[in-house]
């Protein structure tokens, strides 16, 4: 089952514009993860952010975490056409036993 | 240092067949993790193992199992294949469960006629 869920599902910008994307989750989390996937392949892990941590930065990506309304939000600044791809969070569960969960993913596609 | 290696790449069985797949991950890397991607369910989450133990279980039936060596490297395995097995198989690994991001092999795209 999904812990995860992304927001919106399909997303479509310009080169150059910012995109944003979102996760819900139900369930308290030891760590929230991002992670890429290009049609067909294997995923890329982007960013891991603990549950005591607020804000990530690596590179173009910001990940953003509030606990308290459980949601997580990944903006990709000044993007590229290399940057379409399907974007997914995944959750660990706060004891750190449970397995990595992922939601259904956000569809980026970039035009230039 | 070499990534995530999974074969076959690409498998096409006939129902009732059984089939396996292989792992093996990052040197130094004691936790594997197995999904499987469809259009309609996304990433279901199948095994996770850490030094040859499994961890946990995915909500799979029993004709899915699993195992992992004490060099690391992880098979599974799928008995009775049905229609709907059809799917891309991630395989994962990390230095250890939970902690760590997770790097992903380019999967076993199976296909089952």
């Known amino acids: 089952s999904q812990q995860g869920e992304e927001d919106p599902q399909a997303l479509s910008i310009q080169e150059g514009e910012n995109a944003t994307m979102n996760c819900s989750y139900k369930?308290?989390?030891?760590?929230l993860q991002w992670y890429r996937q290009n049609s067909g392949r294997g995923l890329v892990h982007l960013i891991l952010?603990?549950?005591?941590?607020r804000e990530k930065h690596s590179g173009r990506l910001r990940v953003t975490l509030d606990t308290s309304k459980k949601s997580s939000s990944l903006l990709i600044t000044a993007s590229r056409a290399a940057d379409t791809a399907s974007y997914f969070c995944?959750?660990?569960?706060?004891?750190?036993?449970?397995?990595?969960?992922f939601g259904k993913g956000t569809r980026l596609s970039v035009i230039a | 240092k070499a990534g995530v290696t999974q074969t076959p790449r690409y498998l096409i069985k006939t129902r009732g067949q059984q089939v396996t797949l292989s792992c093996s991950p990052i040197?130094?890397?004691?936790?594997v993790s197995w999904y499987q991607q469809t259009p309609g369910q996304g990433l279901q989450f199948l095994f996770e193992?850490?030094?040859?133990?499994?961890?946990n279980k995915g909500n799979f039936p029993g004709r899915f199992s699993g195992r992992q060596f004490s060099n690391s490297r992880s098979e599974m395995n799928v008995s009775t294949l049905e229609l709907g097995d059809s799917a891309l198989y991630l395989c994962?690994?990390?230095?250890?469960?939970?902690?760590?991001?997770?790097?992903f092999g380019s999967g076993t795209r199976l296909t089952v006629v």
């Open positions: 994962a690994s990390s230095p250890e469960p939970a902690n760590y991001g997770y790097t």
């Open positions: 369930t308290s989390i030891n760590n």
């Open positions: 952010i603990r549950s005591n941590e």
């Open positions: 995944a959750t660990v569960g706060p004891s750190g036993n449970t397995p990595l969960v």
């Open positions: 040197s130094g890397h004691r936790s």
């Open positions: 193992y850490f030094s040859e133990t499994q961890r």
